[in-house]
Nanobody, 116 residues
Framework: QVQLVESGGGLVQAGGSLRLSCVAS?????????MGWYRQAAGKQRDLVAV???????NYVDSVKGRFTIPRDNAKNTVSLQMNSLKPEDTAKYYC?????????WGQGTQVTVSS
């Protein structure tokens, strides 16, 4: 079993920055895994924002490229999401995800609200 705990959400003005953090505990395997962030705006589906593999490969949705980064610390089982130049359309609940051996684990989510 894996537990994910997110922190760092909040209210910010457009153009501002926030940093989300996710700590994983439990049966964590550093190899052949991926950690990422998804977001779900009100009335919409949950979509991928950014992901990083245990090998360090990253992938970002086009709308956040150049603004968000996803650092990962394998030794500490943590992944962060550094969000810069935030826009109102980034407003959503952000979920941490850990994927290994075909299993997906989710955090409880943290709300990010960007005011215009």
């Amino acid at each position: 079993q894996v537990q994910l705990v997110e922190s760092g959400g909040g209210l910010v003005q457009a153009g501002g920055s926030l940093r989300l953090s996710c700590v994983a505990s439990g049966s964590i395997f550093s190899k052949n895994s991926a950690m990422g962030w998804y977001r779900q705006a009100a009335g919409k589906q949950r979509d991928l924002v950014a992901v990083i593999t245990s090998g360090g490969s990253t992938n970002y949705v086009d709308s956040v490229k150049g603004r968000f980064t996803i650092p990962r610390d394998n030794a500490k089982n943590t992944v962060s999401l550094q969000m810069n130049s935030l826009k109102p359309e980034d407003t959503a609940k952000y979920y941490c995800n850990y994927r290994v051996a075909g299993y997906n684990y989710w955090g409880q989510g943290t709300q990010v609200t960007v005011s215009s």
